[in-house]
C-alpha cells in the first residue's frame, strides 16, 4: 500500500511531461508561423542548446551506450522544459484566450 502515492507521483509527473512536451510543440509550430512570438530569447537560446545537445553525438555520457547512454539527453530535456515553464504556460494561457 505503500507504494500508491509513489505510483500517482510517477503518473502525474510522466502526465505533466507529456503535457508540457505537447505544449512545447505547439508552440514551436505558433512561432513558425508566427502567429505567437511571446517569448523569451533565453528561452529560445536554453531550448537551441539543448536541441543541439541531445542531437550531438558529444556527450557527457555517450550515446551508444544503449540504456544509459540517454541518461544525459533525458536530463537535459528535462532541464530545457523545467526552464521554459514559464513560457509554455504563458503560451497555454495565451491558447485558451484566443479559444474562447
Known amino acids: 500500500m505503500a507504494n500508491i502515492p509513489n505510483k500517482l507521483l510517477n503518473a502525474s509527473f510522466l502526465s505533466r511531461l507529456f503535457e ?3 505544449l512545447l510543440f505547439l ?3 505558433d512561432y513558425w508561423k508566427d502567429v505567437y512570438r511571446d517569448v523569451s530569447i533565453w528561452s529560445i537560446l536554453v531550448f537551441s542548446i539543448g536541441i543541439i545537445y541531445i542531437l550531438s553525438p558529444i556527450d557527457i555520457i555517450p550515446d551508444f551506450n544503449l540504456g544509459i547512454g540517454q541518461i544525459d539527453d533525458a536530463v537535459v530535456l528535462l532541464l ?4 521554459l515553464e514559464k513560457d509554455l504556460y504563458k503560451y497555454k494561457e ?4 484566443i479559444q474562447r
Open 20 to 22: 508540457d512536451v505537447k
Open 27 to 29: 508552440l514551436i509550430r
Open 80 to 83: 530545457c522544459l523545467k526552464f
Open 94 to 97: 495565451w491558447k485558451k484566450q
